[in-house]
T-cell receptor, first 114, second 112 residues
Framework: GAVVSQHPSRVICKSGTSVKIECRSL??????MFWYRQFPKQSLMLMAT?????????EQGVEKDKFLINHASLTLSTLTVTSAHPEDSSFYIC??????????FGPGTRLTVL | EDQVTQSPEALRLQEGESSSLNCSYT??????LFWYRQDPGKGPEFLFT???AGEEKEKERLKATLTKKESFLHITAPKPEDSATYLC?????????????FGEGTQLTVNP
């Protein structure tokens, strides 16, 4: 139980285009979903927290208009990187939680912006 | 502000050489402490949750323990497949939902 999927696993795009990443909890309903960014050899950096049907809460320094988060249902959240630039290239990971307690992580999405 | 410090940053062991990873934390009321394993290019995999001082949990060659200030992840007779980055995270009682504060991780390499 507690399986989280992400799609796509890897994406390469041109500078200026937008990219959408999906995060799904496959076998449970997620009260909250989180989006992280991870740079090489570093730990996870929380970008935003989203609850189904509510606006996402962004961490300080994360641009809301650049990283659009939609949490349409208890099993699906999407992260859209708008007008992507090379500096947005990174490993993006989502997680989902049932309530208070453990977060279960997706496999991650490697974004490369050319 | 909640803080998590993991040590060492990197650890190299020979197969069968037992050791421990440390996670020191500062939090205003601990709701839970979590251990995850992360392989390169993958998302973290949940290992354990510890809720109160004195609690211990085991899974195969791993055992996690908790005190009021730190947690240890003991690895007994490790194998090369145990090589990964181990992440520690805390959740404060005052936190709404299940937000976690992560440490920087310990990169473990087990040589055959």
């Amino acid at each position: 139980g507690a399986v989280v999927s992400q799609h796509p696993s890897r994406v390469i795009c041109k500078s200026g285009t937008s990219v959408k990443i999906e995060c799904r909890s496959l076998d449970f309903q997620a009260t909250t979903m989180f989006w992280y960014r991870q740079f090489p050899k570093q730990s996870l950096m929380l970008m935003a927290t989203s609850n189904e049907g509510s606006k996402a809460t962004y961490e300080q320094g994360v641009e809301k208009d650049k990283f659009l988060i939609n949490h349409a249902s208890l099993t699906l959240s999407t992260l859209t990187v708008t007008s992507a630039h090379p500096e947005d290239s990174s490993f993006y990971i989502c997680s989902a939680s049932k309530a208070v307690g453990e977060q279960f992580f997706g496999p991650g999405t490697r974004l490369t912006v050319l | 502000e909640d803080q998590v410090t993991q040590s060492p940053e990197a650890l190299r062991l020979q197969e069968g050489e037992s050791s421990s990873l440390n996670c020191s934390y500062t939090v205003s009321g601990l709701r839970g402490l979590f251990w995850y394993r992360q392989d390169p290019g993958k998302g973290p995999e949940f290992l354990f949750t510890l809720y109160s001082a004195g609690e211990e949990k085991e899974k195969e060659r791993l055992k996690a323990t908790l005190t009021k200030k730190e947690s240890f992840l003991h690895i007994t007779a490790p194998k090369p497949e145990d090589s990964a980055t181990y992440l520690c995270a805390v959740q404060a009682e005052e936190t709404s939902g299940s937000r976690l504060t992560f440490g920087e991780g310990t990169q473990l390499t087990v040589n055959p």
